[in-house]
């Protein structure tokens, strides 16, 4: 049983000795997607790379950077993908305007449907 433990241990990311460090630690391993596994946040996820990953957080927090500076670290290494909600600018600006224009084609697309099958009533079928 206590070698359960020391290999628990030993996998966790070190705690920051201050609660409120600690606790951006804990909301920036939510943001940050493992890059391994794609749909996991660090924080839950196990590969190698997400440990790695988390214990680079806590290091940049210590070291006095900002959550800004860190998200934009992780997003200079491994690109935007790398953070749950990057950041609006010129390079995600199609990421960011993809649904709304795909929800846009989709109705627009309906309301063509919809007067095409009203082009082709008769005008008794219209009143029905």
């Known amino acids: 049983m206590s070698w359960i433990a020391l290999l628990a ?24 997607r493992c890059v391994q596994c794609e749909n996991e946040p660090i ?10 990953m988390r214990r680079l957080v806590r290091e940049r927090i ?6 800004a500076e860190i998200r934009a670290y992780f997003r200079e290494r491994y690109g935007d993908f790398v953070l749950f909600r990057p950041p609006f600018d010129e390079r995600t600006l199609i990421l960011w305007l993809a649904p709304a224009l795909l929800a ?14 009203q082009a082709d009533l008769t005008p008794e079928e219209g009143e029905r």
């Open 9 to 32: 241990a030993a996998a966790a990311p070190a705690v920051l000795g201050d609660p409120t460090q600690e606790a951006r630690a804990r909301a920036l391993d939510q943001e940050i």
């Open 104 to 117: 846009a084609a989709g109705l627009a697309a309906v309301w063509a449907q919809r007067r095409r099958n």
């Open 62 to 67: 210590a070291d006095g950077d900002s959550d």
């Open 43 to 52: 924080a839950q996820s196990t590969a190698d790379i997400a440990q790695d």
